[in-house]
């Protein structure tokens, strides 16, 4: 069961413009540190009782601090739930998405699939797959793919990551221990020739670290912003990583750190 906050959160994202302007928010006051409502709302052309209610919003998922008259940052690295992730770089994910479908084998094949916006997006791109099992920990991509003849998905157990709907813990690391994986497709929050694949969650790094030990194949899908990041926790060392596809959005010296690490890098928007 999603947490009551992100379920509210979830429930009044009702467009991908207003998706659009938390993102923007969050943005500001992180670029600020504070933000009082009259700067909010002349700053995104918006009124102070939209501004106050989207303020609250954002505070009660814990992304911000409300203050009396406006609000101010947290600790940096806080998680955007994936309610408001999905909206970010599309055309680079559709991108990133049909290059990974691509480069899988049109027969048989048995693919893992970790959560995240990117991976949800190459799971959109399996529908005309003929033959392809999918295995994955995301509830989100499970619902995607459940639509598509041509797909089998083995859902892990686990428990339930309210903000990123993804399952975690020692059932799913034993579901991936259990399976032979063709191809492990990993989303990330940061990608970096020191430190490897890198996530916020250290129990979603532990589900994820299992399923990339089981694949003969570990591809990193992910839009220029993550490139040369790094977060909380590794998933996958670069020596793990066969392939990166990202956009022309990513940043050139650490593509090249990345193809010196090993890494084969593809540009989907290149091709």
Do not use: C, W
């Not at 797909?151 to 686990?158: A, I, L, N, S, Y």
């Not at 399952?167 to 430190?195: H, K, P, Q, R």
């Amino acid at each position: 069961m999603v947490a009551p906050a992100a379920e509210s959160l979830i429930a009044r994202v009702t467009s991908g413009r207003r998706a659009q302007r938390l993102l923007a928010i969050l943005d500001l006051i992180s670029e600020r540190g504070t933000i009082s409502l009259a700067d909010l709302s002349e700053a995104l052309d918006i009124s102070a009782a939209t501004a106050r209610r989207d303020l609250s919003d954002l505070a009660d998922q814990n992304l911000i601090l409300r203050t009396h008259g406006g609000a101010s940052a947290l600790e940096q690295g806080r998680e955007i739930p994936v309610a408001l992730r999905d909206t970010r770089f599309q055309e680079a994910k559709r991108a990133i998405a049909k290059a990974m479908v691509r480069r899988l084998p049109a027969e048989r094949h048995v693919v893992a699939l970790s959560g995240g916006t990117t991976t949800a997006s190459v799971a959109r791109a399996l529908a005309n797959h003929r033959d392809i099992a999918v295995v994955t920990n995301s509830l989100s991509i499970a619902g995607l793919l459940s639509g598509y003849a041509g797909v089998r998905v083995v859902m892990t157990g686990g428990f339930l990551r309210p903000q990123s709907l993804e399952l975690v813990g020692a059932l799913a690391e034993s579901t991936f221990n259990a399976v032979n994986v063709g191809t492990a497709i990993l989303g990330a929050d940061g990608i970096s020739a020191t430190s490897g694949v890198t996530t916020h969650d250290e129990t979603e790094a532990r589900t994820n670290r299992a399923m990339v030990a089981k694949a003969q194949r570990t591809v990193v899908v992910a839009d220029g912003s993550k490139i040369g990041g790094v977060a909380l926790a590794q998933m996958a060392e670069i020596e793990q990583v066969e392939m990166l596809i990202t956009d022309s959005s990513a940043d050139p010296d650490e593509l090249d750190r990345l193809r010196a690490a090993g890494v084969k890098v593809v540009i989907a928007d290149d091709e």
